[in-house]
């Protein structure tokens, strides 16, 4: 039932490496589209203070992770909750921060905006909106790899695609977020720390 993302096992560690630096000591760390489970269980093992709520609109991936969960071991990982990130109704009510790692270009644009504004309604004034992910920046692309993974992605689905920066950040400042802090990260990637305006 546990299923393996190679991507994850490579960049969970880059990832950890920057929340560890932006996560408070506790509280409710709630995680969009966990996937396989392999993230969200490497965090919860790193950051013990913390409560960390994995969701997942897909059933098969939820049965991972709580595969996972059980697994581990970990008793600071709930149980997987069903979550549609263009939804309006979340699961989750409030968060100390909302972590959510390659979505949104596997993903139509309004479950970006979903995304978005759903973080915007349940994180506390100082909570944590954590993006990670390939992005276009100025209308291009960083690197001939993700151009090439684009192209892929829009032949698999014209709806998905590598977004552009720019019109992420935009529209997280409509949801009452800051400008980003932006952190180079492995394998022409970018991390993306949003805090409240």
């Excluded at 932006?22 to 965090?43: K, T």
């Excluded at 978005?116 to 920046?137: E, K, N, T, V």
Aim: contains cysteine; hydrophobic residues 45%; charged residues 20%.
């Amino acid at each position: 039932m546990r299923r393996h993302a190679p991507a994850a096992a490579r960049n969970r560690q880059p990832i950890l490496d920057v929340l560890r630096r932006h996560l408070p000591d506790e509280g409710l760390v709630l995680e969009v589209a966990s996937g396989s489970g392999e993230h969200v269980m490497h965090f919860a093992a790193a950051l013990p203070g913390l409560v960390f709520q994995p969701s997942d609109p897909d059933s098969t991936a939820r049965a991972s992770i709580d595969d996972w969960a059980r697994e581990t071991g970990l008793g600071n990982v709930r149980p997987a909750v069903a979550l549609d990130a263009q939804s309006k109704a979340w699961p989750v009510e409030q968060a100390d921060a909302v972590l959510c790692s390659n979505m949104i270009h596997i993903a139509p644009w309004p479950a970006a905006t979903g995304l978005i504004a759903g973080a915007g309604r349940l994180l506390s004034a100082d909570g944590l909106f954590y993006l990670y992910g390939p992005y276009r920046r100025h209308g291009r692309h960083t690197a001939p790899s993700n151009d090439a993974f684009d192209r892929n992605l829009r032949r698999r689905n014209p709806a998905w695609g590598v977004r552009d920066l720019e019109e992420v950040a935009a529209c997280a400042n409509e949801n009452g977020f800051g400008a980003p802090e932006i952190v180079e990260m492995p394998a022409n990637n970018l991390s993306l720390i949003f805090r409240r305006a």
